[in-house]
C-alpha cells in the first residue's frame, strides 16, 4: 500500500498546512494562507475525481467522463457535436474521440452525420444511455449527498461563487503569462 493511500486526505491536507506553516515561518512573504487554499483545492479535486469515478465503475462499467458525456448529451437534447462537448467539459479533443469510441463501443451512444452539414459528426445518446443515466443517478447523487454533508446551501453558494471567481482570475492570469 502506498504512503497516500495509508494516510486519510484529512490528515493529508493537515500535514500539509503544518509544513506550509513551518515554511512560513522561514521565508518572509510567504502568502501561507493562500498556499494552503491553492494546495487543499488541489488535494480535494483529485479525491473528487477518484470516487467519482469509482462510484460509477462500480454502478455502470464506465468510466467518469464517459458518464458525465452522457450527462451532457442529454442536456442537449440527446445529440451534439464532440467539440461542443469538449468545450463544455473541459477536455482535449483526443480524450474526447477516446469517450466517444466507448460510448459507441457500449451501445450508448451512436456516431450520425449532422442533417445540415454532413461533414460534421453528432454523438447521439441510446436508449441504453439513456436508461444507463436514469439507473445511475441516484447512486450519484447519494455520493454527492455524502460529500456535501454538514455543508449548508448558502456556504455551497458561496464555495461555487469562489471558485468561479478563481477561475475567471486564473483565466486571467493564464492570458497574460510570461
Not at 503544518?18 to 522561514?26: L, M, N
Not at 477536455?91 to 449532422?114: C, F, Q, S
Not at 468561479?164 to 503569462?177: P, Q
Request: positive net charge; hydrophobic residues 45%; charged residues 25%.
Amino acid at each position: 500500500m502506498s504512503q497516500l493511500a495509508q494516510r486519510s486526505l484529512c490528515g493529508s491536507i493537515e500535514a500539509m498546512e503544518s509544513a506550509f506553516r513551518s515554511a512560513a515561518s522561514r521565508i518572509d512573504g510567504l502568502p501561507v494562507d493562500d498556499a494552503v487554499l491553492l494546495r487543499m483545492l488541489q488535494m480535494v479535486a483529485p479525491a473528487l475525481e477518484e470516487a467519482f469515478g469509482r462510484e460509477v465503475r462500480k454502478h455502470a462499467g464506465i468510466g467518469k467522463t464517459e458518464f458525465r458525456t452522457l450527462m451532457l448529451l442529454l442536456s442537449k437534447d440527446g445529440c451534439a457535436a464532440p467539440s461542443e462537448l469538449c468545450d463544455v467539459d473541459h477536455l482535449g479533443r483526443a480524450n474526447m474521440t477516446r469517450v466517444a469510441d466507448a460510448l459507441v463501443k457500449h451501445g450508448l451512444a451512436t456516431r450520425t452525420a449532422d442533417a445540415d452539414d454532413r461533414r460534421r459528426i453528432s454523438l447521439c445518446i441510446t436508449p441504453k444511455g439513456r436508461k444507463l443515466v436514469t439507473r445511475l443517478v441516484p447512486n450519484v447523487a447519494y455520493g454527492e449527498a455524502a460529500v456535501f454533508e454538514g455543508v449548508g446551501v448558502g456556504q455551497r453558494r458561496q464555495v461555487a461563487d469562489a471558485l468561479r471567481r478563481i477561475a475567471a482570475n486564473l483565466d486571467a492570469w493564464n492570458r497574460t503569462g510570461p
